[in-house]
């Protein structure tokens, strides 16, 4: 079964930086895109960024320019560098699979001040 740990996520504001981290466990991690998503109070979860498994990412229109998403295959982690954090940013933020979804991990609670 495939756990997701996410961890990194804070208090910062409004211009600041975080990076998030999630550790994966699985035998379907490497082969694998995977995503960051976001869920703020009283919004659906959005897939915000995405890396497949030979390294190319896509990004939602609201976080292109300020976020980065990488990963580590020997590692079993993906990293979301956020910079010039927003307001509305603010959220919880989980990674998971592109596609099919594997139980969601706790997240991590980012909020942004103004």
């Known amino acids: 079964q495939v756990q997701l740990v996410e961890s990194g996520g804070g208090l910062v504001q409004a211009g600041g930086s975080l990076r998030l981290s999630c550790t994966a466990s699985?035998?379907?991690?490497?082969?694998?895109?995977m995503g960051w998503y976001r869920q703020a109070p009283g919004k659906q979860r959005e897939l915000v960024a995405s890396i497949t498994s030979g390294g190319s990412t896509n990004y939602a229109d609201s976080v292109k320019g300020r976020f980065t998403i990488s990963r580590d295959s020997a590692k079993n982690t993906v990293n979301l560098q956020m910079n010039s954090l927003r307001p509305e940013d603010t959220a919880v933020y989980y990674c998971?699979?592109?596609?099919?979804?594997?139980?969601w991990g706790q997240g991590t609670q980012v909020t942004v001040s103004s």
């Open positions: 699985g035998r379907l991690f490497r082969g694998t895109a």
């Open positions: 998971n699979f592109v596609g099919i979804l594997a139980s």
